[in-house]
């Protein structure tokens, strides 16, 4: 092989790496913080390995406006940035209205949708049964990085105010 | 039988002197010190990625994210440049077994960015861009384990690629079957043309050859469970349209396409592998172009021709060692059929009867192939193994 093709064969699994990052990275700095209640996710196997699988909570779902509740329909969640450590005020709305005058809007399916938060290995099971005894009271919460495309992140992750090692600094 | 005792088994037959066995066992195991050493080679650098993996599951919270990826991306570096060196100055086993780190360090790598900034993207996404960027790095290497490692990575990527390609493709249709029929059935006959290419036969025949044989291999596996359709009842709205002229197209470009791509193969072997493709397609179109019952022997019996097909193909090719896998698979089919056909004792008596008469006919036809297989390869059998 000529030294330019291995030169490109060695650089382009880094230049994947470092793209990773930049892609990472460019998000986080397009997006503003949201705080939700965390639920459980169905199977209620909470720890998959190395990971915790939640879903978002709203419960229940404000109606700011009537929408069409399918999977084309027009509604969205329309989210209202609240004083640091509360929960932001999520209403549903039309997809219309949540992009012109909400702080950030969200699809709906987010709410069924589960996400993920990786945790380190030794305390996984110890964070897990936290996590299950928090959610029904309520004290399980996730900071979500949205953009104004509709994309969400989770950054953080709160069990009764106390923070989850793992969170993503901005 | 191990070659020493093969050895001493054809001097006390009188066959070969002292003096040829001794030159036989040297010529034989410096043949074999590369491959060893190769293999070991590159076992032991897929184990210490596999080891990094795990290390970045384990996601030790001692250290900061910003830091990990640091030392993740300088450790990256110091190995793009000791590859690239290695490769430059062709140094073998110590190129393989650093192409081998790298490989593997890169999954970890993606792995970790996605730890790190708790993304939570499919697995696939990035099972993609690793196969992706990472083919022109394994192509670096020669050795058929790296190839193998390499082979096995793609078709895990395919694997848990195509669903999300259905869905990409036909977003929010659920199980569309025309779809999926049409890519799964194209699925390993892609890779065939793929792996025939001219600059990976000419520079790369091991990576050549093990991309053939997988390909080949997931056409045996995908067509055997294309089978099962006749263990399912199809109903009018279920039948396959469209993709049954899609899946004529590539299986008559395959088709047309093997004098090509196998222009060496011997005529009946290339027969066989243009039988095989049509088989497949025939049985799709009488399983799913036409609404009826499940037919369950049908499928079993379909599923043991489908072997028998590749079997012959295999003896064909000279291929002793798949033959007999291939028949200790049909015997095996034949023997499930047994436990398929229990019911009534009327039902039962006839399979019984019929699976007793297949297994005695496999019997007898894989010994008297093998026999004749045996005579007509001689001493130079490919493939490996015994013929018996």
Not at chain 1, 16 to 44: K, M, Q, S
Not at chain 2, 25 to 53: H, W
Not at chain 2, 221 to 236: A, H, I, K, P, R
Request: some cysteine; proline content about 5%.
């Amino acid at each position: 092989m000529s030294r330019r093709a291995t030169l490109v064969a060695v650089a382009l699994p880094l230049l994947a790496i470092v793209l990773g990052i930049v892609r990472a990275e460019r998000f986080l700095g397009r997006t503003h913080d949201f705080v939700f209640e965390v639920g459980g996710y169905d199977p209620r196997d909470l720890l998959r390995g190395h990971y915790l699988q939640f879903t978002l909570r709203v419960e229940p779902l404000p109606q700011r406006e009537a929408c069409i509740d399918d999977p084309q329909g027009t509604c969205c969640l329309c989210l209202t940035r609240a004083q640091p450590g509360q929960v932001s005020q999520i209403e549903r709305a039309t997809c219309a209205t949540a992009r012109t005058e909400c702080d950030a809007s969200l699809p709906l399916g987010v709410l069924a949708q589960p996400y993920r938060y990786y945790v380190p290995e030794e305390s996984a099971k110890e964070l897990q049964n936290r996590l299950l005894d928090a959610m029904p009271r309520s004290g399980a919460r996730a900071v979500v990085a949205v953009d104004s495309r509709g994309e969400a992140r989770v950054r953080e992750l709160w069990i009764d105010g106390v923070p989850v090692p793992g969170a993503v600094p901005r | 039988m191990s070659l020493d005792r093969k050895l001493a088994r054809w001097e006390s037959a009188g066959l070969i002197d002292g003096a040829t066995r001794a030159r036989i066992r040297a010529f034989e195991q410096a043949e074999r010190a590369p491959i060893a050493l190769y293999a070991l080679g590159v076992l032991g650098a897929g184990t210490l990625a596999l080891g990094v993996v795990s290390v970045i599951a384990a996601n030790w919270d001692g250290i900061p994210g910003t830091v990990k990826l640091t030392i993740d991306l300088l450790i990256g570096l110091g190995l793009a440049v000791a590859t690239y060196f290695a490769v430059r100055r062709d140094a073998g086993w110590l190129a393989e077994v650093l192409i081998t780190v790298f490989y593997g360090f890169t999954l970890a790598s993606l792995a970790l960015v996605g730890q790190v900034y708790q993304l939570t993207a499919p697995a696939y996404q990035a099972l993609l861009v690793w196969t992706a960027t990472t083919l022109p790095l394994v192509l670096l290497g020669r050795s058929q384990a790296l190839a193998a490692l390499a082979v096995a990575g793609i078709a895990i990527t395919h694997a848990l690629s195509v669903w999300p390609l259905i869905e990409f493709l036909n977003p929010g249709g659920g199980a569309n079957r025309d779809l999926s029929a049409a890519i799964l059935f194209a699925s390993p006959l892609v890779y065939l043309p793929l792996a025939r290419i001219p600059w990976l036969l000419r520079n790369r025949p091991a990576f050549s050859r093990t991309l053939s044989v997988a390909a080949w291999a997931a056409v045996l596996l995908l067509g055997f469970t294309l089978q099962f359709v006749w263990y399912e009842d199809v109903e009018s709205d279920q039948v396959l349209r469209w993709s049954l002229g899609a899946t004529a197209a590539v299986a008559a470009a395959i088709v047309l396409a093997l004098p090509r791509l196998y222009p060496d193969m011997p005529p009946r072997a290339r027969h066989g592998l243009a039988a095989i493709v049509v088989f497949a397609w025939l049985t799709l179109l009488a399983g799913a172009a036409i609404p009826r019952s499940s037919i369950h022997v049908v499928g079993a019996v379909l599923q043991v021709v489908w072997l028998g097909l590749f079997a012959w193909t295999s003896i064909q090719l000279g291929q002793v060692r798949a033959f007999n896998v291939l028949t200790a698979l049909i015997a095996l089919r034949v023997l499930a059929i047994y436990f398929e056909v229990f019911g009534s004792l009327l039902s039962t008596g006839v399979g019984l009867i019929t699976g007793g008469a297949l297994t005695l006919a496999v019997g007898w036809l894989w010994q008297r192939k093998t026999a004749a297989l045996a005579a007509r390869l001689g001493p130079a059998a490919t493939g490996g193994g015994h013929v018996a």
